[in-house]
């Protein structure tokens, strides 16, 4: 009910800068928090960062300083703005939104992911 769609996603080499967008769409009444994940092979999938509607960002330890999470409300649309990218960023970056549907019942959903590769 709830389709949240990523793009941005690419190969750059270390210390470069990638942006990632997803736009959330359906029969949406609001949005609570909206962040991104990433999953690296034979790793567990781990918070990035998340920001609530009110604007308020959470950051993992290892992207505080490089990463930056945005949202722009009135697009339903979360960003992620990657710099000074290491090879340890590595992983498929997935988009999660919670919230209410019209319907008002409460929805969670993930979005298809988006591969990030640091290399040379």
């Known amino acids: 009910q709830v389709q949240l769609v990523e793009s941005g996603g690419g190969l750059v080499q270390p210390g470069g800068s990638l942006k990632l967008s997803c736009a959330a769409s359906?029969?949406?009444?609001?949005?609570?928090?909206m962040g991104w994940y990433r999953q690296a092979p034979g790793k567990q999938r781990e918070l990035v960062a998340v920001?609530?509607?009110?604007?308020?960002?959470n950051y993992a330890d290892s992207v505080k300083g490089r990463f930056t999470i945005s949202r722009d409300n009135a697009k339903n649309t979360v960003y992620l703005q990657m710099n000074s990218l290491k090879p340890e960023d590595t992983a498929v970056y997935y988009c999660?939104?919670?919230?209410?549907?019209?319907?008002?019942?409460?929805?969670?959903?993930w979005g298809q992911g988006t591969q990030v590769t640091v290399s040379s």
């Open positions: 359906g029969s949406i009444f609001s949005i609570n928090a």
């Open positions: 999660n939104a919670d919230g209410t549907l019209a319907t008002m019942k409460a929805f969670g959903s």
């Open positions: 920001i609530t509607s009110g604007g308020s960002t």
